[in-house]
């Protein structure tokens, strides 16, 4: 049989399948992941960390405020629909890949009413797998090879992941003082290579909500620039805190100021569903484009190519349902200032947070030695480093009653 | 004030910036989505004709037998698990990377229960976005730049570009007679940089479920081949169909016979739930690595990286209570037995399926020509270069019975 002489001649290995493969360290898994599966998530060592630590001291007894993952019940709307949907019997099969329609529409609708935009419609719209997945669609979308974009600094560690899923370039920009948006310091770093700058406000990891005249004027110097050299610089806003919003603190989305833009957003805060992976990708109406269906087109595509498909569909009814129930702020705030006023008992230096779950303040000496003597004292927190900002640290406040008292405590303590 | 200064400063648009990017013929989209977008994608421009010529011609004049998206309810155990778990105010937060511990211990047992795995367990699960999540995240957690992957044709075209993603290069293998797996030609594609084959059966678009007998020639080839060259050769198993059989088939998976093996599961095909985007990847518990945790924790670290974090939350724990509810093949049986008995009255040459809802006949005339002509008579199929083979074409009966009676009609008069 032919078939078995081939084997046969392909056992006396040919010398090229015999060659050995460059050396890898760990043959099971890339090189690079590898690298950062040992070096690179700070976050997820705290967790693991955390987990270690909870089994040794009991969970009771560790103040854990490292994880952006709210503890708490979702909106009553959001649970109503999710039963009525459960009882419907409805169909879970794939719709098109940018989501289902009246969906879409609904988002649309709800943006429009909420003053984001004016006249958005649900054909601006593709559902998404959160904001992470809305991220990744959209950087899979617009970017070249060794395309650069910019971000600025601290930021979500994951961004650098994300980008460079996608074959782009991370470029760090400074911010001012108490981690102001420097559009200044945005601007100088772009090149003929630039092709998006990521804003994230309310901002992970600072609490920072930059304000409209920050935004505007990044916004007008973006354009200018996209018409100088004929080519868009994007905007990614990744805005899934913008309801976490403290002592009246305003939110403006540069999605909204900005044509060039892509709105990315997740339900994952502002419902307590961060496990749920639902979110969109908002563009701009007034995006200069010449082929809009290419456009959306290939963002859906592209949510096809990354094997998200679409956005889980039964969860995509249930938040078309429920997507305008007000998110519940009030252990956030409550939460946040029981942490400043630890933080001031102790002289730490920090930015009262104005949105998100999180403070951002600077460690007293050095950042390993305060990172070990907060998990000696069962502390755990992210160091600054894992966000591009060392010798700062940042505290979750999305955790239960007993975490942040204990946290308190600890803070004080570790202030001396 | 000193940003003013500076803002004021770019205004004069330093040459790097105002240089002109190279042309983009679609500044919007990079320039590789832009041409698989207008070129790439068979399937959707069927779908894109399937709704405009259900726009003109009324929904039930159209058989449209183009998309793998089952049309049929899901198995009672998963509503009643839905409802279930709507009522119980469950927790819709982050879990682990690689899911719930509960459910992944679940699917484990479920696997040794079936006879897939003797001793597999929850720690070798992990929990994806369908079997598309399940195949990228393999893919960005094992290939190198530049690394093999070995497909044989016809394949599902996605695998294209799930390689693509992540840096690798698609090798094609051909099939043998009536498209059996031809582990020779796959053994002739071998290189030093060969990191992965892909195996799908049942098999997306051919109907066939690959025997016993040939995946364990080729799982003993490739051990042989790993050992020599002390690197392994994966296999990455692609079964969403593995219990959609007929006439008896017998499936095995490769997955059980070849150590070095990624299991990629999903629930989209065998519950009716192509929507929802729950699957999971099961490594061969006797994989060979010397380090177990970094294989699965770097597996969930890209499961993270890639944005989807981790599979739907929910969608989880009601797997993980219907996961051993029996599949409802009956639809696909009768469907099939039809079309089957049309084909045979047209002449066609054919495959009969074995498993799967997809027969892949031979066109009479020309590809294009067969596909331009059942167009004209609203029978919409996937022309075979779709799947890297030219001169075929694919019929999905995972359609409703008037479009599979429609498509019955048209077959035959389209044969003459």
Same sequence: chains 1, 2.
């Avoid at 078939?3 to 056992?11: F, G, Q």
């Avoid at 096809?304 to 705030?333: C, K, S």
């Avoid at 009653?401 to 202030?415: G, I, K, Q, T």
Wanted: aromatic content about 10%.
């Amino acid at each position: 049989m032919q078939t078995i002489e081939k084997l046969d001649a392909l056992r006396d290995s040919p010398a090229d399948v015999a060659a050995p493969v460059s050396s890898r360290m760990h043959s099971t898994v890339a090189r690079a992941i590898v690298d950062r599966y040992h070096n690179g998530s700070e976050i997820r060592k705290m967790f693991d960390d955390g987990v270690r630590l909870k089994t040794i001291h009991g969970p009771d007894n560790v103040a854990d405020l490292s994880i952006g993952n709210p503890p708490f019940p979702p909106p009553a709307a959001f649970t109503r629909a999710l039963q009525q949907f459960a009882s419907a019997r409805g169909r879970h099969s794939y719709m098109q890949n940018a989501g289902f329609l009246d969906v879409r529409e609904a988002v649309a609708r709800s943006l429009n009413e909420r003053g984001f935009f004016n006249a958005i419609e649900g054909q601006h719209i593709v559902m998404t797998t959160g904001a992470a997945g809305a991220i990744n669609v959209v950087l899979k979308t617009i970017l070249e090879p060794g395309d650069e974009v910019i971000v600025p600094r601290p930021f979500f560690s994951e961004y650098r992941y994300y980008i460079d899923n996608h074959g782009g370039r991370m470029v760090l920009a400074d911010t001012g003082p108490a981690f102001d948006l420097d559009v200044a310091a945005i601007l100088e770093k772009v090149t003929a290579s630039t092709r998006a700058v990521i804003v994230n406000s309310p901002c992970n990891p600072t609490g920072r909500v930059y304000p409209e005249t920050t935004l505007q004027a990044l916004a007008d110097n973006l354009k200018r620039l996209s018409d100088q050299r004929g080519s868009p610089i994007f905007v990614i806003s990744d805005e899934p805190y913008r309801e976490l919003l403290f002592d009246n603190a305003r939110f403006t989305s540069i999605a909204s100021l900005y044509c060039n833009s892509f709105m990315c957003y997740s339900w994952s805060k502002a419902f307590s569903i961060a496990g749920e992976r639902i979110g969109y990708i908002a563009v701009n109406p007034t995006l200069r484009t010449d082929d809009w269906p290419t456009l959306i087109g290939s963002l859906a595509m592209c949510n096809r190519f990354l094997g998200f498909v679409n956005a889980p569909a039964f969860m995509q009814r249930v938040i078309g349902a429920a997507l305008n129930a007000p998110p519940e702020t009030d252990h956030y705030a409550r939460r946040r200032t029981l942490l400043c006023q630890a933080l001031d008992e102790g002289g730490y230096r920090y930015a009262r947070p104005e949105g998100t779950f999180y403070i951002f303040p600077e460690t007293p000496g050095t950042e390993d030695d305060f990172i070990r003597r907060a998990r000696e004292e069962l502390l755990l927190v992210v160091p600054g480093r894992a966000f591009g900002a060392e010798g700062w640290f940042r505290l979750s406040f999305a955790a239960t009653d007993r975490a942040v008292e204990l946290a308190c405590e600890r803070l004080v303590r570790l202030s001396r």
